[in-house]
């Protein structure tokens, strides 16, 4: 396609419970970028793959949350142990990266995942 | 660490009268600076960007935006909003993170909304 797709665009799930979200990156683009967005607030970073590499995960809110992107194209986060306060829209985002360490590049978005936690 | 202020949650604008929306920076450095676009289900759409030189910056849909580095400000106009321009506005700075790269810290966003 010509855009960032991401599926499911709804996931309901119940507490404990794991889920994956996946992301399609236009297709070359070899920076992908996951955020969270809450209700109400702008998007918040997660983590930043460049090729088939996690190059900065610092955003990442503990170890419960785990992306990759194992042939550096489509990528997928993980969530185990689902909790109420994980419910929010999972945003994914790339990029050419024509520059190094990405963000100065221009992104594009997908319509993003809202994940449900009941 | 960088951040971003954007001090209005709501703006009511009739069609057909200008827009500003405000936006304010923390960061350290000279900043890399974007406005997005989000309308509903609809992914987030760059508007325009800042990165050096001229401090008027001119972007898609007729949205302009002017760095003024004695404010700290960053803030977004359009001369004529249309109705179609209803949506969530984002304002992003970007600075370096713990982790080494340059990422955007997005405003929590300043929702648009355009009377007939």
């Known amino acids: 396609g010509a855009g960032v797709s991401q599926t499911p665009s709804n996931k309901v799930t119940e507490k404990g419970k794991y889920v994956e979200l996946r992301c399609d990156p236009i297709?070359?683009?070899?920076?992908l970028y996951w955020y969270r967005q809450s209700l109400g607030q702008g998007p918040e970073f997660l983590i930043y793959f460049q090729g088939t590499g996690a190059a900065d995960d610092s955003g990442l809110p503990n170890d419960r949350f785990f992306a990759v992107r194992p042939e550096g194209s489509v990528s997928t986060l993980k969530i185990q142990r689902t909790e109420r306060g994980d419910s929010a829209v999972y945003l994914c985002?790339?990029?050419?990266?024509?520059?190094?360490?990405?963000?100065?590049?221009?992104?594009?978005f997908g319509p993003g995942t809202r994940l449900t936690v009941l | 660490a960088q951040s971003v202020t954007q001090p209005d949650i709501h703006i009511t604008v009739s069609e057909g009268a200008s827009l500003e929306l405000r936006c304010n920076y923390s960061y350290g450095a000279t900043p890399y600076l974007f406005w997005y676009v989000q309308s509903p289900g609809q992914g987030l759409q760059l508007l325009l960007k800042y990165f050096s030189g001229d401090t008027l910056v001119q972007g898609i849909k007729g949205f302009e935006a002017e760095f003024k580095r004695s404010q700290s400000s960053f803030n977004l106009r359009k001369p004529s909003v249309h109705w179609s321009d209803a949506a969530e506005y984002f304002c992003a700075v970007v600075g370096t993170r713990s982790g080494g790269s340059y990422i955007p810290t997005f405003g929590r966003g300043t929702s648009l909304i355009v009377h007939p």
């Open positions: 297709s070359g683009h070899t920076a």
């Open positions: 985002a790339s990029s050419a990266s024509l520059t190094s360490g990405g963000g100065t590049d221009t992104q594009y």
